[in-house]
């Protein structure tokens, strides 16, 4: 369950959601780097995760990825998912979703954005639905519509996308 301070307006502003854009390190893993003695880069995934993005992806929601590290592991992981937006070694998030607003038939309102640290508060701030992780830092965590319950890489991007889901009456749907 999601922790907001207005669950109306939050329920709201979900029914717009046409993509949810998504940080890597301490959203979609647990924000642990971990290297190899040989320095090959190893990051942890949630299956539970992974299978709300397939969910909002086979019911018309559109998943991006924006981080600011540059990794072979994240283009697989986006690629297993079938995540079509990937921005990797973009430090600028801000500048990556005026690209996507060019791109799209989108405006702000219709986009989610999970992060957890100071490089995502400018789109935390500029898109109509934000989420935050119970380990974010606490400024992003304040600026966020809501914060997960479960940590980050363990369910929290997967409680996102179920709230999503729910909020477009799609949820049931992937249940029958």
Request: with cysteine.
């Amino acid at each position: 369950m999601l922790f907001q301070s207005d669950q109306p307006t939050i329920e709201h502003a979900a029914r717009k959601i046409n993509l949810l854009l998504l940080d890597v390190d301490g959203v979609l893993t647990d924000g642990k780097l971990y290297f190899t003695s040989s320095g090959e880069e190893m990051k942890a995934f949630s299956t539970l995760d992974g299978h709300g993005v397939k969910m909002l992806i086979k019911s018309g929601i559109d998943v991006g990825i924006i981080t600011g590290r540059n990794s072979t592991i994240v283009s697989k992981r986006a690629a297993d998912l079938g995540i079509r937006l990937l921005y990797q070694g973009r430090e600028d998030k801000l500048n990556v979703l005026h690209e996507i607003l060019g791109e799209r038939q989108l405006n702000a309102e219709q986009i989610a954005y999970a992060g957890d640290d100071f490089p995502d508060l400018p789109v935390m701030k500029a898109v109509g639905l934000s989420f935050s992780v119970p380990t974010g830092h606490q400024v992003v965590c304040s600026a966020a519509h809501a914060i997960t319950s479960l940590p980050a890489g363990q369910g929290a991007v997967r409680e996102i996308c179920d709230f999503i889901l729910h909020a477009q009456d799609k949820f049931q749907l992937h249940l029958e």
